[in-house]
């Protein structure tokens, strides 16, 4: 039941980590090479909610519009993603099982790192979105620079260390990373040099 009124009493740090996870679901899905034009409509729709909307639910946590648009995105990204996903979730799910993390706030700390290692293969896609977000900024950049100054709205960490990982595990990390389900749908495949 995706009734807005049970999510109102939602911190605003469990708002911004859930919200990133329904950034990170129409993201990723968006990204993945494979030919799916209905998923990348409603992924993109979601992207749209969530940047008008994140920002407002993590201020006024009782604002129901802003919670049922932040619910609606949620969906979206979960019907999107049936196309695939990629490296901020193969990441994320072995760091948040090995520390005890979040995995919403995981997949906002770790989306600018994989945006960065995919970005020549999905660089007319976020042209694209760009313009459908109406952006300032164009391109690969205008789509960083929106998810950095987000993640910085609504505090989401920049790195992996503030939330205490370290690089003690990075192997077990990066065994589970590779045969992660989500890893095939990566733009540009994995392998352990880069996962590391």
């Keep these: 039941i995706a009734d807005p009124v ?3 009493g ?10 990133m996870d329904a950034l990170a679901h129409c993201l990723e899905a968006y990204c993945v ?13 979601g992207l ?31 019907v999107a993603f049936q196309k695939g996903l990629g490296a901020i979730h193969s990441l994320a799910h ?34 694209i979105l760009a313009q459908s977000l109406g952006l300032p900024q164009p391109g690969f950049n205008g789509v960083a620079a929106w998810i950095d100054g987000l993640c910085r709205e609504v505090g989401i960490p920049r790195t992996l ?10 192997d077990q990390i990066v065994r589970a990373a590779l045969v992660d389900p989500t890893a095939p749908t990566n733009p540009i495949p994995l392998e352990a040099t880069a996962v590391r």
């Design 161 to 170: 260390a503030e939330l205490g990982v370290d690089d003690s595990k990075a």
């Design 10 to 19: 939602v911190p605003p740090h469990l708002t911004a980590a859930t919200g």
């Design 48 to 78: 749209r909610l969530i940047r008008e909307w994140l920002p407002v639910a993590c201020r006024d946590g009782a604002n129901i519009e802003a919670r049922a648009k932040m619910l609606a995105a949620a969906t979206i990204g979960a």
């Design 6 to 8: 049970l999510t109102v």
């Design 94 to 127: 072995p760091v948040g099982s090995l520390y005890g993390l979040h995995h919403g706030l995981l997949n906002g700390v770790l989306m600018p790192y994989v945006l960065d290692f995919n970005r020549t293969a999905i660089e007319p896609k976020m042209a």
């Design 33 to 45: 090479q494979s030919y799916h034009p209905m998923a990348d409509g409603i992924a993109i729709e």
